[in-house]
């Protein structure tokens, strides 16, 4: 029997043809030694072996990962190595069936081993037996353990000693590129991994609000954020962001602290220009709590206003997502006139250090294949290439799944009540969504990689 990777239409024939099938049984692994969707605390592995379960403190030996045949797994090797570090195990596989790669665990780095086609499988059996097969790893894990057992440390994300609080703002001068898309489930990625998290919605439209579950109302006179707000914040030196923070509701587990807006903020920031003051005060007020959060993610309005000005004099940090697109990619000159000649000059005047562009984030992205081969890569070579501005690894498709986890609702009574989830929540009750949730997962570990948090 050979492996045929014309076979594989989708993500769950990988998994049944290739592993199954396949794979695990010409590795020398029955039922007993391997395991299929395994939770690993906020991890949900595809797959994973063990060749000695008498050895202490493993969590398995090889981690096998299964793409999409139309992924590219390049995109999603930071995400394995990581996965490999939480659970402490030795190999990972990351196969799409045409391709086939495998990964060794050396310490608190990835090492890459081996790479075949996936009509090759067959071939190069001997060669992957040798590495991950159950008869070779018992062998050499038994009587060499110690070579094949580094001294293993929590992962570098635990390592590191506690930095101060971070702010990231989510801006771009275009809208309707992901902003709030990126932001909340950004949030609710860093909240997955122990961090304490601030979501502050600085946007007249007030999505981030929605999307975390802050909208239980129906009526206007049942609306309690009207009179506590982020502009309240900005307007009273005397209100701190105590005063009106909020819990998200129903959107992770982890829940995130939320700050809200209000579609009010659009006529009211005429009493905010009257005072100086107003654009330097979530920069201070958030100085007071420093040790209170880990990050702070400021979801910011698609302009040039007051409010843009406000969250990212605040930031310590910017991500830009953007679709790619010729509009978006005009609106980075707007973004990059904007920061040098108002934000850091206000930074400057506070004595903090210069806002610091993390990236272009790609959000938004067809997952069409012809798209992804020959559009894509001249798309993103046209952000550096063209306007200057580093474009960050990872990147975010454009899923159903992630407008279906905003628009989940709930039944009380004769009324029907907004219920949002963040796509990690909606991933637990929908298997479709695992891909967004993997590459919002791997954004949040790009980011932490970035700043050494």
Not at 22 to 32: A, C, E, F, I, Q
Not at 182 to 189: E, G, R
Not at 307 to 319: E, K, T, V
Not at 370 to 382: D, G, I, N, S
């Amino acid at each position: 029997m050979q492996f045929q990777p014309r076979s594989c239409h989708n993500e769950r024939e990988v998994e049944s043809k290739l592993i199954v099938q396949y794979l695990l049984p010409k590795l020398g692994y029955s039922s007993d030694n391997w395991y299929q969707e395994v939770s690993y605390g906020n991890i949900r592995l595809d797959f994973s072996t063990v060749a000695v379960k008498k050895m202490k403190n493993l969590s398995s030996c090889v981690v096998i990962e299964a793409k999409h045949p139309r992924e590219n797994l390049d995109h999603h090797v930071r995400r394995l190595g990581h996965y490999l570090m939480k659970t402490k195990s030795f190999y990972g596989v990351l196969t799409n069936g045409k391709e086939f790669r495998i990964y060794q665990r050396s310490q608190d780095k990835l090492k890459f081993l081996f790479c075949c086609q996936g009509e090759n499988i067959a071939n190069n059996l001997n060669k992957i037996n040798a590495l991950i097969g159950k008869e070779s790893l018992t062998k050499r894990l038994s009587t060499c353990q110690a070579v094949y057992v580094p001294k293993v440390s929590q992962s570098p994300i635990k390592e590191l000693p506690k930095k101060s609080m971070k702010v990231i703002a989510v801006y771009h001068h275009k809208g309707g590129v992901g902003k709030t898309t990126v932001a909340t489930n950004l949030a609710a990625a860093f909240s997955n991994q122990g961090k304490r998290v601030l979501l502050i919605d600085i946007d007249a439209q007030a999505n981030t609000i929605f999307a975390t579950g802050l909208i239980k109302f129906q009526f206007d006179d049942d609306d309690d954020l009207k009179d506590k707000n982020v502009f309240h914040l900005l307007h009273n030196k005397q209100i701190q962001v105590a005063d009106v923070v909020r819990k998200s509701q129903g959107f992770n587990q982890p829940e995130v602290d939320v700050i809200p807006s209000h579609i009010t903020l659009i006529e009211r920031q005429r009493d905010l220009l009257k005072k100086a003051a107003s654009a330097f005060r979530l920069a201070n007020k958030l100085n007071l709590v420093e040790n209170n959060y880990d990050f702070v993610l400021i979801d910011t309005p698609p302009s040039l206003d007051l409010y843009a000005q406000a969250a990212l004099i605040a930031a310590d940090s910017l991500i830009i997502p953007s679709d790619l697109k010729p509009f978006s990619n005009q609106g980075l000159n707007s973004v990059k006139n904007f920061i040098d000649e108002v934000i850091n000059s206000s930074k400057e005047e506070l004595n903090k250090p210069l806002l610091k562009i993390m990236g272009v984030l790609p959000s938004k992205i067809s997952t069409h294949h012809k798209y992804l081969q020959y559009t894509f890569p001249k798309q993103r070579r046209v952000i550096s290439d063209n306007y200057n501005f580093p474009i960050m690894e990872n990147t975010i498709s454009e899923r159903m799944s992630l407008s279906q986890c905003i628009n989940q609702s709930i039944t009380v009574g004769d009324l029907e009540i907004p219920d949002p989830k963040s796509i990690f929540n909606y991933a637990n009750n929908v298997s479709s969504a695992n891909t967004s949730a993997a590459e919002f997962e791997s954004l949040a570990i790009e980011i932490l990689e970035k700043i050494g948090a």
